[in-house]
């Protein structure tokens, strides 16, 4: 259960250094990843929890955040359920099921993912899972593109709408500053029911698991965080259905690193495959209109060929007939030349006759 | 509204002119606001609902409506269909422009918008897929902005240059496709990193590949819709050949949308199969789906056919615009409508005036960009100096 302060403050020497050495960004990627080891978390017993809002009230003066209108004490507020605020890091809402019955409060902060959403998310690695357990957030590096809260399954980053210039995106940072000097959260510290733990997660779901074993009348069978969305460092029991109390069962298991990993893996294939599939068309619509032409000219070429050729034959036929017509006409003519001839000549041989020369003989 | 007008009447107070000029000065009252007040001074975005449509409408449908000038410029130089020719300058401008806008736009969204390079040039997030929409967004803006340059360089008479980069043509176009592949695909998978808020009748595993294939119709579509409005508005500019080739243009591409568009809504049942979400479809979001799909979708995929087969160019316009809508709409319910639909209608976003007036205000910018462009440099005809390439 509780860890005594002197034993954290021990573990925090060893793994204080282990954490601010391991200053590269952490951010998830598309393996499977179980957690670092002996990252830390924190359990919430909403069994435990009376809604006194002393965690609010810490965590609002630990992260030096505006003093709200209304106090902690008043709780009143609690009529309302609320969410996590640019100016409220961490919320206690309550739940009634029916009139009369007792409320169950649960308090409402960034779960800390293993593989977080928004990590995964953030297009210039301003949120990173550390090796804490912490999911912390750079604001030197935050372009203010807002892509972690649309990714964020349990509606935790809040954003400084009202900045002009300089919005932040805010959310719980499991007091990560203070666990590196070896200070418990400021919610945990302030809890005087004990409903909130720190620890290791492999041993907060050891104790978790020994709480619902032994009063597994008080407890639904179940550790919110331990599986959802690849797991919480965060994590959270309660002896009403998660669902009543407003926490999602409808997550599923899944990273939400693993629900983008598949198209991420297409780039390296469109950009692999398609230069060498467009050039390929390009190179065979190249190639078509360049047979296209050449069967075009090619089919030029022979036609004026084929007319030439058949020219020629006309030609040929037709000086052949012409000669024909030729000759014909001479021998027509030198019949016709030699009918006159012997035309004549009989006559002149009948007018010798009658005249008594023998000249036409010899002409002949 | 027509340049004729404004040439008759020697004024500028022509109504186009007037209530352009109305837009953009309340575009850049708004804009001191938001610089001075923050988001939420003028948008109302809270934190359940980070994105709004300056994300959904500037980004989503400005991208989706881009695509034009990757579709255009692919057909006419890769697949080597050289009847498009006339339609890749206009194309091309509008997809510079709309990509140029969608970066305007996105000024205005994000929080510091001057660390806009930081994710490409100083701590690159390589896991989001807003990165890879990032390096791509950046690298296309890049390409069409080399692939718009020759119609400038061929107005300012720089004759080598402009040879220069024509020679570069084939392969600013391959790059071009990947980049949109890439972008187009990943504006949808976006969304795929958050099933428990998108209404799972729109999310699918299948979103990349729904928003690329639905890119192709969007741009497709937009390339006639433009052209129609470019007929009406700037026919004088346009040379013969333009001309001549126009209504092929809009007969083919409509053609085109008309296949590309019933392969989207095969792949839509095949995504609502693969989870097996037939349920929702007896819902009032599932209602609202088939308006989507149907309506919007298969209506003007038969349209297309229909006008297409008949030669109609008429059909063929009205088509387009009711394919351009749906592809917005398809965009405003991914972003905007199915998103968070599970949150109590008190949470739920509505955009506010002054969200919608810097929309307006962004899509005034591109038409009086795109009117100054095309009365000026060689867009609808050819230069004279540079027939026959």
């Known amino acids: 259960m509780g860890i005594s302060r002197r034993q954290f403050l021990g573990w925090l020497g060893a793994a204080g250094v282990g954490a601010t050495a391991a200053s590269r960004a952490e ?87 293993l593989e977080p959403a928004c990590a995964s998310a953030c297009f210039v690695r301003a949120l990173r899972k550390v090796k804490t357990g912490a999911v912390v957030y750079d604001e030197s590096l935050c372009v203010g593109c807002r892509y972690c809260m649309v990714a964020c399954p349990f509606n935790i980053p809040a954003y400084e709408y009202d900045e002009a210039l300089t919005p932040r995106v805010t959310k719980c940072t499991m ?81 939400a690193s693993s629900f983008t990993a598949g198209p991420l893996s297409a780039v390296p294939v469109v950009v692999a495959l398609w230069p060498v599939l467009l050039t390929g068309i390009y190179a065979i619509s190249k190639r078509k209109d360049k047979i296209a032409d050449e ?27 012409m000669a024909k017509e030729k000759e014909a006409a001479i021998n027509l003519e030198v019949k016709r030349a030699l009918e006159d001839a012997a035309k004549e000549a009989a006559e002149s041989q009948q007018a010798s006759e009658e005249t008594g020369s023998e000249t036409p003989k010899e002409e002949k | 509204m027509p340049q004729e007008t404004a040439q008759v009447n020697k004024s500028i107070f022509t109504p186009f002119n007037v209530i352009a000029g109305m ?53 006419c130089y890769i697949f080597g269909l050289k009847r498009f020719h006339s339609a890749v300058r206009p194309a091309i401008l509008t997809a510079f422009l709309g990509y140029a806008l969608v970066v305007m736009a996105l000024h205005y969204d994000v929080g510091r918008p001057w660390r806009l390079p930081y994710p490409i040039f100083l701590s690159p997030g390589t896991t989001s897929l807003l990165f890879e929409v990032g390096l791509c967004v950046f690298l296309y803006l890049t390409v069409l902005f080399i692939e718009f340059s020759p119609a400038a360089l061929e107005w300012l008479g720089l004759k080598k ?85 126009s209504e092929g243009v809009a007969l083919g591409f ?41 309506g919007f979708v298969m209506v003007p995929s038969f349209l297309y056919a229909i006008a297409a087969r008949d030669r109609n160019l008429r059909l063929v316009r009205w088509a387009s615009i009711l394919a351009v809508l749906g592809v917005v709409l398809n965009r405003l319910n991914i972003s905007v409508v199915a998103f968070n639909w ?39 005809y050819e230069h004279p100096d540079y027939e026959h390439k």
């Open chain 1, 27 to 113: 951010a998830a990627s598309n393996k499977q990843f179980g957690g670092y080891p002996d990252s830390f978390g924190i359990l919430h017993d909403t069994t435990r929890c009376i809604g006194c809002r002393k965690c609010e009230e810490a965590c609002n003066k630990v992260n030096e955040l505006p003093v709200p209108e209304q106090p902690f004490d008043d709780l009143s507020v609690l009529d309302k359920t609320r969410r996590t605020r640019f100016d409220v890091f961490t919320v206690v809402n309550q739940f009634r099921k029916k009139d009369g019955q007792l409320p169950v409060f649960v308090k409402k902060q960034c779960n800390h993912c």
């Open chain 1, 295 to 321: 069967e075009r000219i090619h089919a030029v070429a022979q036609t004026v060929a084929d007319a030439n050729q058949e020219m020629t034959v006309k030609l040929a036929k037709m000086k052949d007939s």
């Open chain 1, 175 to 255: 007091c990560h500053p203070r666990i590196e000097k070896g200070l418990l959260p400021g919610c945990v510290e302030s809890c005087p029911k004990e409903a909130l733990t720190f620890g290791t997660r492999e041993r907060l779901v050891k104790i978790a698991r020994r709480r619902i074993e032994k009063y597994s009348n008080a407890y639904i069978d179940h550790i919110y965080g331990e599986h959802e969305m690849g797991g919480t460092s965060w994590m959270t029991i309660s002896g009403t259905p998660f669902s009543e109390i407003g926490m999602r069962e409808d997550l599923g298991t899944q990273t």
């Open chain 2, 254 to 294: 409509g053609k085109a949308a008309a296949f590309v568009m019933m392969g989207y809504v095969g792949v839509k049942f095949i995504g609502i199969a693969m989870d097996n979400n037939w349920h929702y479809l007896a819902t009032g979001w599932g209602l609202w789906f088939l308006l989507e799909l149907v």
């Open chain 2, 23 to 75: 837009i953009i000065f309340c575009g850049l009252i708004i804009t001191v606001l938001r610089f001075t007040g923050g988001l939420g001074a003028v948008t109302n975005l809270d934190d359940n609902n980070p994105w709004g449509i300056w994300i959904g409408f500037d980004l989503l449908c400005g991208v989706a409506l881009a695509a034009g000038g990757y579709v255009t410029s692919a057909s």
């Open chain 2, 342 to 380: 599970h949150l109590p209608a008190a949470d739920r976003y509505f955009p506010s005036w002054m969200e919608i007036a810097i929309s307006l205000f962004v899509v005034t910018i591109g038409v009086v960009v795109y009117r100054f462009v095309t009365t000026q440099m060689p867009i609808f």
């Open chain 2, 161 to 245: 240059i402009r040879n220069l980069v024509v020679r570069l043509t084939l392969v600013l176009t391959i790059f071009g496709v990947i980049l949109s592949t890439l972008h187009q695909s990943s504006l949808g998978a976006l969304y795929m990193i958050a099933p428990s808020k998108l209404h799972p009748l729109w999310y699918s595993g299948y979103l990349p590949v729904f928003f690329f294939v639905s890119s192709v119709f969007a741009g497709l579509s937009m390339v006639i819709f433009e052209g129609s409005l470019a007929h009406r508005h700037l026919h004088h500019k346009m040379d013969e050949t333009h001309l001549k080739e």
